[in-house]
C-alpha cells in the first residue's frame, strides 16, 4: 500500500523519529528487516536521533539492540519512563501510587473475578507476579521466560507502585476487561492497549505522547520537528502530539483516521519507506 497521497506536507527538518516496535517498526515474525536497518542508519547518519516508543520494558529491547542499532535514549512503559539503553540513565519515571493500584484492583475484581495482576518496577528490571500469572504467559508476552516468575500473594504486587500495572484473565477477553475498567469511573491513571494479550495501567497523564514530550524537552527537539509512527491504541497521543504522525496499513482504524499519513504495513518496511523519503 503506498503512502496516502493525502498526507500533510512537512515544512520542519526531521529531527527526531519516534517508533512504536511490535507492529510498526518490527515484521511479523518480530525483525528488524535488512531495508528498515538501513533506512535506521541513514536517519542516524543525517543526525535524525532515533527513538524506540514501545510498551516493552529495556529486557525487551536488549534483544533487539544489535539489529535495529539502539544505544541511545528509548521511551518505555508507554511512556512511564525514559531510560538510555547503554549509560542506564533514568530521565524521568512516573509511577502509579500503591493506593490507586488497591482500590483500582479492588473494584476491577468485583466486576470481573479472576483477574491476574502484574508489576513492572525498577526501571523495568523488577517484574512481580501475582500467584497464577506465569501460567498465562508467554516468553513474548514481556520477553521473560514464565518459568522464572515467582508469584506472590496480590498484596505483595500491589503494595508498591508501579511503572506499568498489568491486568490479564484466563477467559475474559482483554477487550471486555479494558471496557469494564473504563467503566468504573475510576481516576488517578491511564489505561490502553498495546496489542499485547492483557490491558496496561500506568500513572495519571501517562502516554507515548508525555513522554515523548519530555525527551524532546531534554534534546531541544520541537513537535513540529518530530515524525511519530504507531499501529495500536497506545500509539494514538504520540501520533497526535508529533509533527507528522505515521500510521501503517496494518494499523487500527482509529490510528488510521487521525495519523497525518499512512504508510505500507509493517510487513512492507512501511516505517522504512517514509524514512527514505523524509530523511535526505
Same mark, same amino acid.
Given at each position: 500500500?503506498?503512502?496516502?497521497?493525502?498526507?500533510?506536507?512537512?515544512?520542519?527538518?526531521?529531527?527526531?523519529?519516534?517508533?512504536?516496535?511490535?507492529?510498526?517498526?518490527?515484521?511479523?515474525?518480530?525483525?528488524?528487516?535488512?531495508?528498515?536497518?538501513?533506512?535506521?542508519?541513514?536517519?542516524?547518519?543525517? &543526525?535524525?536521533?532515533?527513538?524506540?516508543?514501545?510498551?516493552?520494558?529495556?529486557?525487551?529491547?536488549?534483544?533487539?539492540?544489535?539489529?535495529?542499532?539502539?544505544?541511545?535514549?528509548?521511551?518505555?512503559?508507554?511512556?512511564?519512563?525514559?531510560?538510555?539503553?547503554?549509560?542506564?540513565?533514568?530521565?524521568?519515571?512516573?509511577?502509579?501510587?500503591?493506593?490507586?493500584?488497591?482500590?483500582?484492583?479492588?473494584?476491577?475484581?468485583?466486576?470481573?473475578?479472576?483477574?491476574?495482576?502484574?508489576?513492572?518496577?525498577?526501571?523495568?528490571?523488577?517484574?512481580?507476579?501475582?500467584?497464577?500469572?506465569?501460567?498465562?504467559?508467554?516468553?513474548?508476552?514481556?520477553?521473560?521466560?514464565?518459568?522464572?516468575?515467582?508469584?506472590?500473594?496480590?498484596?505483595?504486587? @500491589?503494595?508498591?507502585?508501579?511503572?506499568?500495572?498489568?491486568?490479564?484473565?484466563?477467559?475474559?477477553?482483554?477487550?471486555?476487561?479494558?471496557?469494564?475498567?473504563?467503566?468504573? &469511573?475510576?481516576?488517578?491513571?491511564?489505561?490502553?492497549?498495546?496489542?499485547?494479550?492483557? =490491558?496496561? =495501567?500506568?500513572?495519571?497523564?501517562?502516554?507515548?505522547?508525555? &513522554?515523548?514530550?519530555?525527551?524532546?524537552?531534554?534534546?531541544?527537539?520541537?513537535?513540529?520537528?518530530?515524525?511519530?509512527?504507531?499501529?495500536?491504541?497506545?500509539?494514538?497521543?504520540?501520533?497526535?502530539?508529533?509533527?507528522?504522525?505515521?500510521?501503517?496499513?496494518?494499523?487500527?482504524? =482509529?490510528?488510521?483516521?487521525?495519523?497525518?499519513?499512512?504508510?505500507?504495513?509493517?510487513?512492507?518496511?512501511?516505517?522504512?519507506?517514509?524514512?527514505?523519503? @523524509?530523511?535526505?
Amino acid at each position: 500500500m503506498p503512502a496516502s497521497p493525502s498526507a500533510a506536507p512537512r515544512t520542519a527538518p526531521v529531527r527526531l523519529i519516534a517508533t512504536d516496535l511490535d507492529g510498526t517498526l518490527l515484521d511479523a515474525a518480530g525483525t528488524v528487516t535488512r531495508r528498515t536497518r538501513a533506512a535506521l542508519d541513514r536517519a542516524r547518519a543525517a &543526525g535524525v536521533h532515533v527513538v524506540p516508543v514501545t510498551a516493552r520494558q529495556p529486557i525487551g529491547l536488549r534483544q533487539l539492540a544489535a539489529d535495529a542499532a539502539f544505544d541511545a535514549w528509548a521511551l518505555c512503559g508507554n511512556g512511564a519512563y525514559g531510560i538510555h539503553l547503554v549509560t542506564g540513565e533514568v530521565l524521568f519515571a512516573q509511577e502509579i501510587p500503591a493506593a490507586v493500584q488497591q482500590e483500582l484492583a479492588d473494584a476491577l475484581s468485583q466486576a470481573i473475578p479472576g483477574l491476574l495482576f502484574a508489576s513492572v518496577r525498577e526501571a523495568g528490571e523488577g517484574f512481580v507476579t501475582q500467584e497464577g500469572y506465569a501460567a498465562l504467559a508467554r516468553l513474548s508476552d514481556h520477553k521473560r521466560d514464565p518459568r522464572d516468575m515467582v508469584g506472590v500473594p496480590l498484596a505483595d504486587v @500491589l503494595s508498591a507502585p508501579s511503572l506499568k500495572l498489568v491486568i490479564r484473565h484466563p477467559e475474559v477477553p482483554i477487550a471486555e476487561i479494558f471496557a469494564t475498567l473504563r467503566g468504573l &469511573g475510576l481516576s488517578g491513571f491511564e489505561a490502553t492497549l498495546s496489542g499485547a494479550p492483557f =490491558v496496561e =495501567v500506568m500513572a495519571e497523564g501517562v502516554t507515548k505522547a508525555t &513522554g515523548l514530550a519530555q525527551l524532546c524537552t531534554r534534546l531541544g527537539i520541537a513537535r513540529e520537528e518530530v515524525v511519530a509512527f504507531g499501529d495500536g491504541l497506545n500509539d494514538l497521543e504520540m501520533l497526535e502530539w508529533a509533527g507528522h504522525g505515521v500510521a501503517v496499513a496494518n494499523a487500527i482504524d =482509529v490510528l488510521r483516521d487521525a495519523a497525518d499519513e499512512v504508510a505500507p504495513g509493517n510487513d512492507d518496511d512501511g516505517v522504512a519507506r517514509v524514512i527514505e523519503r @523524509l530523511v535526505a
